[in-house]
């Protein structure tokens, strides 16, 4: 079935590093990625998606390009901030399921 | 514009009792998906439902029911609640046929079984 794995956290920086987040997948067919973010006490919201191969999604100083030869989503931005901090989740989408398979979650602490 | 609304926020139920959890999608969406997201790890689907009826289902046991009803809102039922169930319970929805756009998700109810 589908799955996703995530660089397991937590990750701790210091304001206006350089942030990656590892996410690979496993699916069959051809499905669309996403990153999610959930801030505490809330729901996750979209950050990026990309449908198909070579797409790069990017929000908010936030980029990850879809690679299907390394199945591969990885999350990354070039100076983060102190609102940068929350769990970030991958996932992928398989349109004839109906559904979202998500990663275990990364957690994200900025330090000013 | 109103994203996903979701009530109660917060709910303690004890083990063996039944529970119902409510969610409006956000306007112009008509398909509902409810997740369940344990601590520390990412949602599990539990299933969608869109045109009032149950369209895709995760592996969770009959225990777990739904409804959505003609204005695109939903139900999630939950009976003889075990302590496992213990969990945030978020529901998302979509505009169907668009599924590669995302979820809009609520914000989430808190459910503790004791």
């Known amino acids: 079935g589908d799955s996703v794995t995530q660089m397991e956290g937590p990750v701790t920086l210091s304001e206006e590093a350089f942030l990656t987040i590892n996410c690979t997948y496993t699916?069959?067919?051809?499905?669309?990625l996403f990153w999610y973010v959930q801030y505490p006490g809330e729901g996750l919201q979209l950050l990026l998606k990309?449908?198909?191969?070579?797409d790069k999604g990017s929000n908010k100083g936030f980029e990850a390009t879809y690679r299907k030869e390394t199945t591969s989503f990885h999350l990354e931005k070039g100076s983060v901030q102190v609102s940068d901090s929350a769990v970030y989740f991958c996932a992928l989408h398989n349109t004839n399921a109906g559904k979202s398979t998500f990663g275990d979650g990364t957690t994200l602490t900025v330090k000013p | 514009d109103a994203g996903v609304t979701q009530s109660p926020t917060h709910l303690i139920k004890t083990r063996g009792q039944q529970v119902t959890l409510r969610c409006s999608p956000k306007?112009?969406?008509?398909?509902v998906s409810w997740y369940q997201q344990a601590l520390g790890q990412g949602p599990q689907f539990i299933f969608q439902?869109?045109?009032?009826?149950?369209?895709q289902r995760g592996n969770f046991p009959d225990r777990f029911s739904g409804h959505q009803f003609p204005n695109y809102s939903s139900e999630l039922n939950v009976n003889a609640l075990l302590l496992g169930d213990s969990a945030l319970y978020l529901c998302?929805?979509?505009?169907?046929?668009?599924?590669?756009?995302?979820?809009?998700f609520g914000s989430g109810t808190r459910l503790t079984v004791v």
């Open positions: 699916a069959t067919g051809y499905p669309s």
């Open positions: 990309a449908t198909k191969a070579d």
């Open positions: 998302a929805s979509t505009v169907k046929g668009d599924s590669r756009g995302g979820y809009t």
């Open positions: 306007s112009g969406h008509d398909t």
């Open positions: 439902y869109y045109e009032e009826e149950e369209r």
